[in-house]
Structures are given as C-alpha cells and as structure tokens.
C-alpha cells in the first residue's frame, strides 16, 4: 500500500455526495455538467469554487470554431485539464497557447482580464473524442487583485507515481509521495489525477483539516470500504482524518483535491467572485470601461 503524510491512520469520513442534476453547453464547445458550485457550499468546498465536466462526446469533423469567445474573469483562478481533445486559449494579459491530452493549463485572472477558449484547430479538423474538466479555485482577498497570470504546464513536466497494481497518480499541484507539483498557488492545494487499477485498494495519505473531494470522472469508486461513487459524481469529505481507501471494480479515472480553506466572505456574480458585493459592482465596471482588456 502506499504510504500515508501522517503515521497515525484516521479515516476520512464521507460528508455528502454531490450529483449533478443535468447537463448544458458553454458555448458550442463545451457540454458541460457542474459538478459542484460555490452558491451552495461556499464554505465547505473552500478554497474550491466549481468544476464543470465537459464530455466524453464525439464531435464530428469541421472547419468552425467551436469553443466561447471572449469574456471576463476576476478574483480566482481557472484550472482546465485536457483528457481527449485540445483546447486553444488567449487571454488579453499575453497568456494563451493550446493544451492536448495529459496537458493542463492555471490561469490565475487575479485583477482581472478577458479571454477565449476553443477547440484546437488541428483537434477540430480531424474530429474525435472530446474531454476536459475545468476547476475554479478561489483566492484570499490580499491576492484578487494581484496581476493576471497564465501557467501552460505539459504532461510530461507533471509527475507521475505508480500505485499499487499498476494506477497512477499525477500530481498537478501539492505534494505526494515527495513527488511535488508544477503548478505555482497561492494557498495549499494539491491536485492528484488518478488512475486506480481493478479490484486494487490504494491508501492515499490526505492533510487533515483540508476540504477534500474525489471527483469520479469513469468508473465507480469505493471509498473506505462503503460509500461509492460513479461517473460525474463527488465525494465531499469531513475535514478530520488523514486517509483514504479507495478501490474500484473495474478501474476508475478521477480527481482528488484537497486545499486549505480560506475563511473569508464569497460574493460572486457570473464571471466574478469577490468578498463583497461593491467589489463585484466595481468588477463590472472595469470590465465595462475596458480596464480588464480586449483581445485583439
């Protein structure tokens, strides 16, 4: 078994199973299904604001640009990561590039900026299976209005661990088995994409005190021994205990994150998440007056 952060062993608890109740398009790009969102739960999915899950579908080949044009974002950050497919973005701080499978890209809007995302060029000429997910992580007040960034950060520079019986884990952001993420953030946060073999229990050590959620994204888990979960449905965890037990009858692809809360008020609107309402007045009227940029 692997190995747990803290030699005494103290199961974390399922708190709740969050399951979305449908589906919609963002764009006529991404068919997404929310997962989990912030008006909720804001408190007890800090520092997480939401995760939309985009696919598996098939698109047919085309010349067209399928993806959401430009729009604004401030006071948090966006994580995608690209299972099939690629996703092209452009932000009007200078970030942007194309991501494809494996690959993953932080854009931190902070401050405030405008940006656009689609299917790459070469993806959607030649068609195919389509699959990403994309997390908002929020920011404590000192850091929203710090200066937009954008990490491109390619499979190959994210470390992968070998669990027992051959899965894996990649970890994006944190630490795990002192193997230590790329990803740059601004409060603790670990980000594990996970591969769990069939019919293999794996025991991952988690920070007590932390929000932690598994994301199933395929295949069913059985988390310590009871509750399990299936595709597109989320296990929120008790912030006591440091480890998990997880296991799958068939394999199972999914997400764990785990981040330090940040105790601070939430107020957000559409593109925007802020701590109060007269901050997000003034975001909208910066995006209005052009302060947040335009793509050229």
Known sequence: MDKPINSEKTPKQVRTVLRSAGGHWVGDGFPVRTLFFYSELGRELSPFLMLDYAGPREFPPTQQRLGVGEHPHRGFETVTIVYHGEVEHRDSSGGGGRIGPGDVQWMTAASGLVHEEFHGRQFAGKGGLFEMVQLWVNLPAKDKMSPPRYQAIVNDRIPKVGLSGGGSLRVIAGEFAEARGPADTFTPINVWDLRLAAKVPVDLGVPSGH??????????????????????????????????????????????????????????????????????????????????????
Not at 254 to 279: C, K, R
């Open 211 to 296: 929000t932690t959620l598994l994301v199933a994204l395929r295949g069913s888990i059985r988390i310590n021994g009871s509750e399990s979960i299936g595709p597109a449905e989320v296990a929120l965890f008790e912030r006591e205990g440091n480890e998990l037990r997880l296991d799958s009858t068939e394999g199972a692809t999914a997400l764990l994150l785990s981040g330090e809360p940040i105790n601070e008020p939430i107020a957000g609107m559409g593109p925007f998440v802020m701590n109060t309402q007269q901050e997000i007045q003034q975001a909208v009227a910066d995006y209005q007056s052009g302060r947040m940029g335009h793509l050229s």
